[in-house]
């Protein structure tokens, strides 16, 4: 009989087939539906109308036209700017909340520290609801202007207690040796502790990026004027909602407009894309940075 432990045992070839099936069939199931979007996003009135004007596996004859109309003005054009000014307006604000409470939050003996961190535990486990917030919005003078999307969602406390964790685990003779050659709090922050935080800054910032980005939400209570309208709210509105996309909300006249499904996937992709090319820039610190807190040691 072997004595040796499980994770030494040969594989069986059995359970690594089942893996692989198994492993085979979640990709299909994520590509298939992604790969029907850009295809019917691609597709013309011809192989639209083939396919009973539903989704398609392949575009056939292959137009670009829904992407042109979206793209060369109007909502989707407006929306897609705005939703990057405030995406990369709020990441950054929220980044720099976080981590300055996060460190004010991890050094031992600071004053205030201990009722604070009882505070942000609290607004982990319990919400203000939905009626305080908005009025809040209102009271601030924020309903229909892009800061509504920004302020009031600006630090996530249990991102803050995950930053805190991080920022508890580095070296004490860092922080000891800078404070004999007489630095600051902001200088240790800045100079020794965010440099060596690049992990959890880059799981931080993406989380807090999907988020800006994907918050319709707000957008849909805050936000009246059809022309501050982010990304989200467009995709929610002409794709979800199916209300029908003129011509005079996107580049395109109305003796040139694409069928209406492609420009609703087209509109899918563009809201996608962003998000897609950030996450590899980022993909190296991820894995370590959502470990952050969970091993101890």
Known sequence: MSTRPIWMEPPNPLVQLGKSIALGVAVLLVIVPFWSVIATSL?????????GGGMVLWPGGVSIGAYKAILSGGVVTRALTISIAVTVVGTLFSLTATSGLAY???RRGTFGARPMVLVVLGAVLFSPGLIPSYLVVKQLGLLDSWWSLI??????????????????????????SAAIDGASSATVLVRIVL???????????LFYAVGYWNAFFNAMLYI????KWPISLVLRTFVVNQTTIGGDQVGAGAEAMPPQLPLQMAILVVALVPILIVYPFLQKHFAKGVMIGAVKG
């Open 195 to 205: 440099p060596l935080s690049k992990a959890v800054l880059a799981v931080m910032g």
């Open 151 to 176: 302020l009031p969602v600006m630090v996530n406390a249990f991102n803050v207690l995950v930053m805190r964790a991080f920022f508890q685990q580095l070296p004490p003779e860092l922080f000891e």
């Open 43 to 51: 597709a013309d009135q011809r192989t639209i109308d083939a396919s």
């Open 104 to 106: 004010w939050l991890s």
């Open 224 to 227: 009246q004027s059809t022309d």
